[in-house]
């Protein structure tokens, strides 16, 4: 408590270490005499299409390392609002905001309401309101006397200030009219029971459609403005496949070999250990190589060493002195293999319970207590408790009175649980005491020695359940150097093919078919990642390494890169060969033709296919559109919340006022997946209510809650769309561009 007392009462100056690091710089005195410093084009990045000072993104970064990004987009960002609305914060204000006066509420900020909580309570009073402001005016008269330090908490506490101005104002301009009221009351309430049928465009084969260039051109044409076209930003899509460095069957039949051999001299090795550390790849001390292993999704998983939970039942069931394994153990498991694909054979030595209660008495030696004087005690309890069955009661007394570690929590502190072997409450007494309860059956008693003096202990409960003591032998499961090197030329022969072909074609269309061809024609997996000119990176799950990452980004971005532009050479990522092509690119806005050729494509096939369908559909009922299709009648109540499976282009037209009626056959529809016929069985007209004002508080409170979320956060991989809409509109309206990996990778200067 002491500890926490001074950190409470140092509180203002942890906001210098802590608050600023989430400052966004509203026009400070060192942004306000500093040039731009960047050359170039692009620059660092820019925000409402101007450079970002890269004096000033720098000077972030040597504080505040990757959050310096957000934290400055912020600054850029809120700062045109809060200058377009007038915010500001007097010190006048700000002095009232802090100290809770004048009508202000106690600061929302951690470190200023800790002033004002009681200590011993935790509680905000009108009592702690006075002490606090009290101990809050000190402690600011303190760092006042520091002009730099005080400049910084001003402008942070000013700028926690205009933010939260600034969402009130946005708030206070969210109405919710009645009718608006009316209308979700309407969606929420308005049911209508049904019976469809519906035909999805997939069982139709692409092969029925017969594409010609002049329909599809004349297609586009027509659905270019699209929302579905337009795009927000202009990107690269990157395709790329790997080529596994596994090994091959050969390298698999050696590896059993080895691992023969090792079975038989684990199994008749005169010391164990000694052999198993030998030939083990993974190096154990001589305690942990005969330790017992848990189950990799234990609790105790992080401490102690592993196995596959997919061998709970093969380890409780290996008698003592036999052979496991091989098995598998990967990057999950304590034996530090960092994602290898390492394999294990493991001697059973032995057999622990997982969890083990027991209970003592502690005599230690003392100026009343010679040893001799122990031992003759020792034996005397143990002697009286072994004489009754239940020893409860007396155990209990026995322990009050003689036990060096009997307190008024007698049940809690005398109570011994080993949840794992040498770990938790016994092993503060040792390993003798952890031996002796593992060794003996429930209900044993007896006197057992520590380093901290003699125990009569009694083994209370057992888990049945078991654990394994193992004597493991680790190796690492890895291709041959002669298999190595045939990935290596394989990776090569691939790019070199990729690159001839493609140098041979024109078409966008023709050098994303001859890729996707050669992909399959040796199985590959191909895989896309979309790259955004504005922030180009390549997701950290994408592969396996951030480097493979940023040497997409390079080819995808280079001078002179269009579709059909490849690595330079295989990439290495850990154990594979990575190969990628720039596989289509989109300008920002209403694309080209060449830039959307295959979504076109795959949608002219599909509206073709509905067509068909539709034609199918014509004149027919539901069941015997049913019949002649083999289609499955559904039978919902659907509202417009909730349509239960069926597309919302076809809930909208379900619910429109031409079709309010009961017990008609609605024209067929195409909806996302296909064709519908509905049926409108029965519905209901939601009552008029008198007043909907519950309705209107509750969408108003909805509105805010999704209009101002939450400040922004300054985690370095955030994007705004995380955040409430009305941020996400800030960003989108700044048009951001972080320039940062393309400046890293010496791509854009």
């Not at 403005?225 to 795009?231: E, F, G, I, L, T």
């Not at 890169?561 to 850990?574: A, F």
Request: proline share 3%; glycine share 6%; net charge positive.
């Amino acid at each position: 408590m002491a500890l926490i007392g001074k950190i409470r009462e140092k509180s203002v100056l942890l906001v210098i270490i802590i608050g600023l690091a989430l400052l966004a710089f509203i026009a400070g005195d060192y942004f306000s005499t500093r040039g731009g410093g960047v050359e170039g084009e692009y620059g660092v990045g820019h925000v409402f299409g101007e450079k970002v000072d890269l004096n000033r993104y720098n000077y972030l970064r040597s504080r505040y390392q990757e959050s310096a990004w957000p934290i400055l987009v912020d600054s850029l960002v809120m700062t045109k609002e809060y200058q377009g609305l007038g915010i500001s914060v007097s010190d006048k204000e700000l002095n009232s905001y802090l100290m809770a006066t004048d009508g202000f509420d106690i600061c929302p900020d951690q470190n200023i309401r800790s002033f004002f909580t009681d200590s011993i309570t935790g509680q905000i009073t009108e009592q702690s309101k006075i002490d606090g402001r009290v101990k809050l005016k000190n402690q600011l008269n303190e760092i006042k006397k520091d002009k730099a330090q005080w400049k910084d908490i001003k402008r942070y506490y000013a700028n926690q200030r205009m933010r939260q101005k600034y969402l009130d104002v946005v708030s206070q301009g969210i109405y919710v009219s009645t009718l608006e009221a009316k209308d979700d009351y309407a969606t929420k309430n308005l049911r209508k029971n049904i019976d469809y049928v519906l035909k999805n465009t997939n069982t139709i084969p692409n092969e029925n459609i017969e594409v010609k260039e002049a329909e599809l051109s004349a297609y586009f044409a027509k659905h270019k403005w699209d929302s579905k076209y337009q795009s927000d930003e202009a990107y690269k899509v990157v395709k790329f496949f790997s080529i596994d460095e596994s090994p091959s069957a050969k390298d698999t039949a050696n590896f059993n070999t080895m691992y023969a051999s090792l079975k038989e001299g684990l199994q008749n090795a005169k010391n164990d250990t000694i052999f198993s550390n030998s030939k083990s790849d993974i190096k154990l001390s001589f305690f942990n190589s005969r330790s017992t292993f848990v189950p990799e999704a234990h609790f105790k998983a992080e401490e102690l060493f592993t196995y596959p939970k997919n061998m709970d039942s093969t380890f409780a069931e290996a008698p003592v002195g036999s052979i496991v394994g091989p098995y598998a153990c990967g990057p999950k498991m304590k034996t530090k293999t960092n994602g290898l694909n390492y394999y294990a054979i493991s001697k059973v030595l032995g057999k622990t319970p997982s969890r083990i209660k027991a209970r003592h008495i502690l005599l230690e030696v003392s100026p009343e207590r010679d040893s001799a004087a122990i031992i003759t005690l020792s034996k005397d309890l143990l002697s009286q408790l072994q004489k009754i069955k239940d020893r409860n009661p007396l155990f209990e007394t026995l322990a009050r009175t003689n036990s060096a570690d009997a307190t008024i929590e007698f049940d809690n502190l005398l109570e011994l649980t080993l949840n794992y072997p040498e770990q938790d409450r016994m092993k503060f007494y040792g390993n003798e005491i952890s031996a002796f309860c593992t060794n003996n059956p429930v209900g044993t008693i007896g006197i057992v020695q520590s380093k901290l003096g003699t125990h009569i202990i009694e083994v209370l409960e057992k888990d049945e359940k078991s654990l394994p003591k193992l004597a493991t032998i680790f190796k690492e499961f890895k291709p041959s150097e002669e298999t190595m090197s045939l990935k290596e030329k394989e990776s090569d022969n691939m790019l070199s093919a990729l690159y001839q072909g493609v140098n041979k074609l024109n078409s966008q269309k023709d050098i994303r078919s001859f890729f996707d061809s050669i992909v399959r024609s040796k199985s590959y997996k191909p895989r896309a990642v979309k790259l955004s000119d504005n922030s180009p990176i390549v997701p950290e799950n994408y592969l396996n390494s951030v480097s493979a990452g940023d040497r997409l980004v390079r080819a995808a971005y280079k001078e002179g890169s269009k579709v059909g532009t490849l690595v330079g050479r295989p990439i290495r990522d850990k154990n594979t060969y990575v190969i990628g092509m720039v596989y289509s690119t989109r300008s920002k806005g209403s694309p080209s033709f060449n830039e959307v050729e295959d979504e076109v494509r795959k949608n002219y096939i599909r509206d073709m296919k509905a067509k068909i369908i539709m034609d199918e559909f014509e004149g027919k009922s539901i069941q015997e559109i049913a019949k002649e299709q083999n289609l499955q009648v559904q039978s919902p109540s659907v509202t417009l919340k909730s349509l239960n499976n069926i597309d919302a282009k076809v809930g909208g037209a379900l619910f429109s006022e031409k079709n309010n009626k009961q017990n008609i056959s609605l024209d067929a529809m195409v909806g996302a997946n296909g064709v519908y016929k509905i049926f409108i069985k029965s519905g209901n007209e939601p009552t008029d209510k008198k007043s909907y004002k519950v309705e209107k508080e509750q969408m108003n409170t909805e509105q805010i809650g999704k209009m101002v979320k939450s400040p922004i956060n300054y985690s370095q991989n955030r994007k705004p769309s995380e955040e409430s809409f009305l941020i996400n509109g800030l960003y989108k309206k700044a048009d951001i561009i972080d320039n940062r990996k393309l400046l890293q990778l010496n791509v854009r200067n």
